[in-house]
């Protein structure tokens, strides 16, 4: 069965983009709630790398979790592209550049951490390394996984604030949800720049000011999932760009 074309049914695209968002949040909260932090020893390359090795099974998910995330926010990306375009092309265009150089960063951020599986089951060169060798790599690969991970962010810090201003003056979604995108946009950016550049500060305002984004973005998704977009105002919104 065919897919209908966007103008035909962007409710249903809206309602595509919620479960796909949907689907980001899950695995993200699953790779770095459940499992890295599971695992993960703060500070201890050698203990780390001993959870790990004793559960593979569970790092290996968190892995192929992230893999996941990337993918599926790809597509998420391109149907929210698609839905607000209308609002302004060159803003929308703005909004798929940024985020598509978030979602780049962090699929290369994933890599270190596939890294740090190869240390833990001690496979190919790291096998022949002198004692110690593993955990160096490890803490090594956790360190850039960690810089480009939050540099990632900050990409899609940016991308939040066009996307809230997007839907704020969109009207076919609601303008409350459009700002506390924003909002969101500018936690990202605090925290990220916070984490990388001044860790006193990031000590003191994390994790308590992620709350604002992860609210935003799952209202954001719930209400895609759930009521999608106004079809009238969105078909509105397409016919002034045709006419301009």
Not at 1 to 27: E, F, K
Not at 72 to 80: F, G, H, K, M
Not at 97 to 126: P, Q
């Given at each position: ?50 959870n ?10 968190g ?127 605090i925290?990220c ?42 078909h ?9």
């Amino acid at each position: 069965m065919a897919l209908p074309a966007l103008h035909q049914a962007p409710r249903a695209y809206a309602r595509a983009a919620g479960l796909l968002y949907l689907v980001v949040i899950v695995t993200g909260l699953f790779s770095q709630m459940f499992v890295q932090e599971a695992l993960i020893a703060p500070g201890d390359a050698a203990q780390t790398l001993r959870n790990i090795a004793a559960r593979s099974d569970l790092w290996a998910l968190g892995s192929a979790a992230a893999v996941i995330l990337a993918v599926v926010a790809t597509l998420q990306l391109w149907i929210e592209y698609l839905l607000i375009r209308p609002v302004s092309r060159q803003g929308a265009l703005l909004f798929l550049l940024v985020n598509i150089v978030s979602i780049a960063v962090e699929s290369v951020s994933k890599v270190f951490l596939y890294v740090v599986g190869l240390a833990a089951e001690g496979r190919g060169l790291i096998a022949s390394l002198a004692p110690g060798g593993a955990e160096t790599i490890a803490a090594t690969a956790f360190a850039v996984h960690h810089a480009a991970f939050h540099l990632a962010l900050i990409f899609f810090g940016i991308a939040c604030l066009v996307l809230g201003e997007l839907i704020a003056r969109s009207g076919f979604l609601p303008a409350l949800i459009g700002r506390m995108m924003q909002l969101a946009g500018v936690a990202y950016l605090i925290a990220c720049v916070a984490v990388m550049f001044f860790r006193p500060v990031a000590e003191v305002i994390t994790p308590a000011i992620l709350i604002v984004p992860f609210v935003a973005e799952c209202t954001l998704c719930l209400w895609l999932l759930i009521r999608g977009v106004d079809p009238g105002r969105w078909h509105a919104r397409l016919a002034d760009q045709r006419r301009t």
